[in-house]
Structure formats: C-alpha cells, structure tokens
C-alpha cells in the first residue's frame, strides 16, 4: 500500500507518493548554483513526468542546483528545505550566481584546477592547483566566474565553479591577542588597509607570513596599525600569528618633546590638532622638524618648520631620515582587451608613454578611479582599467 505524505512546497499542499526507486546513472554536480524558472513549473519527486508532482513554482522564483539527470533533461533542486526535480529546459542560470564571491574570505578547491593567465580558458594554464586548497579570492571576474589568487607565490586566474566557501573560525567574543610592538607574521594572504575596517581603501596586499609590528592597536583590538614601507596601515589582528622565529623585538618608536623627526609624507601644518583647523602651510615629504609638543594622545605633534610653530598628523613622523627602500613587488596580471596608452599619470592630461598591443600581459599594482598602475616590459606607468582584464 501506498503512504501518502503532505509536502507544503511555494506555498501549495499536495500530496506525494513515496516509496519510488530511481537511479541516475552519471548526475552532473553543479556546486550550488543558482537558476530563475522561466516559466510556471512543476516539481517532482524524479527527473521525468512519470513521477508525482509535488508542487508547482511561478515564473522567476530562484532555486538552487544540486544535481543533473544523466539525459541533461532535469535538474534537482532545493526548495523550501525540499529536495525536487523540475524540468531543466524552463531554467536560465541567475548572472549573479557567481558574483557573490566575497574578497578577504577563505575558499577551498574542490577539485585539482588549472590556474591560468587570465579569467578564461582561453589564457594559458600556470599551474595546477589540488584539490582542498585553501585560498583567498583577491578579486572576481565581472562575470563572477573566475577568481584571481595567490598559490606558492605565483598570482592567476581558477574557475569560480571549482571553489567553495570553509567553515571559517567564527567570529571570536574576543580578539586575538595582539601586543604593541612584539613581532607577527600574516596567516595568509591579506590586504591592509588605510583604515582600521574593511570598508577603507586598500593599502597594499601583504603575503602569507609577512612581518607585522604593531605600533598600536585600536580599543576593539580587532585591528592593529603598523608601518609598513614607510606609510602606516591597518590589518585585522585575525590574520596574525606571533612570528616565534624572529629576534627579540625593539620596542617601537615613541615620540619625545624636543627632538629631530622627519616627515614621512607631504605633510599639512595647521594651527590646532586637528583635521579641521586651518592649514597654515605644507611640509615636504623627508623634511627635518623639530617636535616641540605632543597633545595628550600623542597623535598629533606641535612642530616648527620655516619659522612657523603648528600642528602635524604624529603618524606621518619618524626619528629617523627616509631613505629609499626596494617596495614588495605585489601585483597582479591583467590582459589588454585592445591597443593601449600608458599615460605618465592617471589621466588623459598626461602624456603617453607607450602604446601597448591588444592581449598584452601587463603587471597591475592598483587601481584607483577608473585608472590602473600598471607594468609592461620596462615601462611603468597608468592606462584606463576598463580596457584590461
């Protein structure tokens, strides 16, 4: 005898036969995709029309995939906690099933994956990187398809439909701990920041097990301030570790009333100690002042420079002069989608370098307004993002 079970399925109550056996021979894993019905739809307990139905959806409902038929004809879905089949020629794949790839979170491989040159298979394929990889995306195709990474230190492209999301560690009731001037090196690779949370402008994208010394750490003690060639930034203290291997670590810089600093970046002087007090002139970057005075917190400091006494920002100050340092070559590649000024700044204003040939691989250091630092061969310059890939 048959058992009838009620499945409450958009909304509707049916009845549903239970107890039928099916097979499919070869499914065809789709990794959680994300389809809109196309037209009004019903859904059944297997993948053909002999099977019950169990519930219809209207057009442009959402479902996600778990599998497809072995004739390609029917795709199983889930909905409303329901596993069912519906018939795969009334589905179109949702554009933004992919595009909800989230930077700065882990993934892993789910499978052995080409990295390639760029964000198609038509680039040429770098490396394999296996499967159960953890990775962290550093960005997305347009189309959410590909993801640019960062594998043993060689940057690329992977298909998106070949990475998951991992059971990252929650988010702790306390930070990690993190001191003032004791030495970290980064878990993995990580981007800071020009501010202290994720939606200020990234500074610079550190590698796995970069040296971090922190010279403070806000009030949350989720994010700690460093300097890092010769600018100060911001990392989340999640992704440090105590860097056992290194020295013992000096204590870090402190600001002493009545000694020599240098400026370590163009540098506003106002009359207050503040952001919103007058500009009463600019320093130039790696100019000698003499400190006179702190305020209380020590983030502002009072200085004389061309016989004017006023206040700089004291995280732009160092004891020591600046002197050139090689920067960490970070980048990644990109493809020109056509012929290509390289312009001498990050404008049409500037004069052209060079003109790079369609499907030229060049190095991209940032992007910024619409405009891309770039590399290519031994020139350096900007050219509009819009055009590479």
Request: aromatic share 10%.
């Amino acid at each position: 005898m048959k058992s009838i079970d009620k499945v409450i399925l958009g909304g509707v109550v049916v009845a549903s036969t239970i107890g039928i056996n099916y097979n499919i021979a070869s499914a065809d894993i789709l990794s959680q995709e994300i389809y809109t019905t196309t037209n009004r739809l019903n859904m059944r307990k297997g993948p053909s029309t002999d099977y019950t139905l169990v519930g219809t959806l209207d057009k442009g409902v959402k479902v996600k995939a778990i599998e497809k038929s072995s004739d390609g004809k029917w795709l199983k879905i889930n909905y409303n906690s329901q596993n069912v089949w519906v018939n795969f020629a009334y589905l179109q794949k949702d554009k933004s099933s992919n595009n909800d790839i989230k930077l700065d979170s882990q993934y892993e491989t789910t499978a052995n994956v080409n990295m390639r040159k760029g964000p198609s298979t038509d680039y040429t394929k770098i490396i394999i990187v296996p499967a159960q990889t953890k990775i962290t995306p550093i960005k997305s195709s347009s189309d959410g398809k590909w993801v640019q990474i960062n594998y043993k230190n060689v940057t690329g492209w992977i298909s998106a439909q070949y990475i998951k999301t991992v059971s990252t560690t929650p988010t702790p009731t306390q930070p990690n701990k993190v001191e003032v001037g004791k030495k970290y090196k980064t878990t993995e690779y990580v981007r800071a920041r020009k501010g202290p949370g994720t939606s200020y402008d990234v500074a610079t994208v550190l590698a796995k097990g970069t040296q971090v010394v922190p010279v403070e750490i806000l009030k949350s003690g989720y994010w700690a301030m460093f300097k890092y060639n010769n600018q100060y930034m911001y990392v989340c203290t999640d992704y440090l570790e105590a860097d056992n291997q290194s020295a013992t670590p000096t204590e870090p810089e402190k600001p002493i009333n009545g000694k020599d600093y240098y400026t370590t970046a163009n540098l506003n002087i106002r009359d207050g100690a503040s952001t919103t007090s007058s500009k009463i002139g600019k320093i130039p970057n790696g100019t000698k002042v003499s400190v006179v005075d702190f305020n209380s917190n020590k983030t502002w400091a009072k200085v004389v420079y061309n016989n004017k006494t006023g206040w700089v920002s004291a995280q732009y100050l160092s004891t020591k002069s600046q002197e050139p340092e090689q920067k960490e070559d970070t980048y990644w590649t990109g493809t020109t989608t056509q012929n290509l000024n390289m312009r001498k700044g990050p404008s049409t204003d500037y004069s052209i370098i060079i003109t790079i040939p369609k499907n030229s691989d060049v190095k991209i250091y940032e992007t910024k307004s619409g405009w891309a630092k770039i590399k290519y061969k031994s020139y350096e310059g900007y050219c509009s993002a819009s055009f590479i890939k």
